[in-house]
Nanobody, 121 residues
Framework: VQLQASGGGLVQTGDSLRLSCAYSGGTFSSYAIGWFRQAPRKDREFLAS????????LYADTVRGRFTISRDNALNAVYLQLNNLSPEDTADYYC???????????????WGQGTQVTVSS
C-alpha cells in the first residue's frame, strides 16, 4: 500500500484548502483512511477518518465542523477539506490506511508522505 498526500501550501487566516490522498497498491475499497497532522514540537494528532463506503466518518473535536473528509473509491482518493484555517492549523498533514470497514482514530500502519500546510496570520 502506498499513500501520497498533496494539496498543502501557504495560505492566510480564514482561507480554505483541499488536501488529497492518492492510494495505490491494494484494494482501496477495503481500507479505512485517516488524516493526521503533526506540528513542530508537537505529537501527531488524529483529525478525521472515513470508512470504506464513505458513509461513515469520524472527526476529532478540534476540527469537527471545519474539516470535511470524503472519498472517491473510483479514483482511489480521499480528500480533506480544510475551512476557516488559522495559524494553529500549521502542520504537516498525513494520510494513513487501515484494513477494515472503519472509521478509526488509531491503529493505522500504512502511512504516506505528508503535505505541509502553513497558515499565516
Amino acid at each position: 500500500v502506498q499513500l501520497q498526500a498533496s494539496g498543502g501550501g501557504l495560505v492566510q487566516t480564514g482561507d480554505s484548502l483541499r488536501l488529497s490522498c492518492a492510494y495505490s497498491g491494494g484494494t482501496f475499497s477495503s481500507y479505512a483512511i485517516g488524516w493526521f497532522r503533526q506540528a513542530p514540537r508537537k505529537d501527531r494528532e488524529f483529525l478525521a477518518s472515513i470508512g470504506v463506503s464513505g458513509r461513515n466518518t469520524l472527526y476529532a473535536d478540534t476540527v469537527r465542523g471545519r474539516f470535511t473528509i470524503s472519498r472517491d473509491n473510483a479514483l482511489n482518493a480521499v480528500y480533506l477539506q480544510l475551512n476557516n484555517l488559522s495559524p494553529e492549523d500549521t502542520a504537516d498533514y498525513y494520510c494513513a490506511a487501515q484494513l477494515g470497514s472503519g472509521p478509526y482514530d488509531a491503529g493505522y500502519y500504512d502511512w504516506g508522505q505528508g503535505t505541509q500546510v502553513t497558515v499565516s496570520s
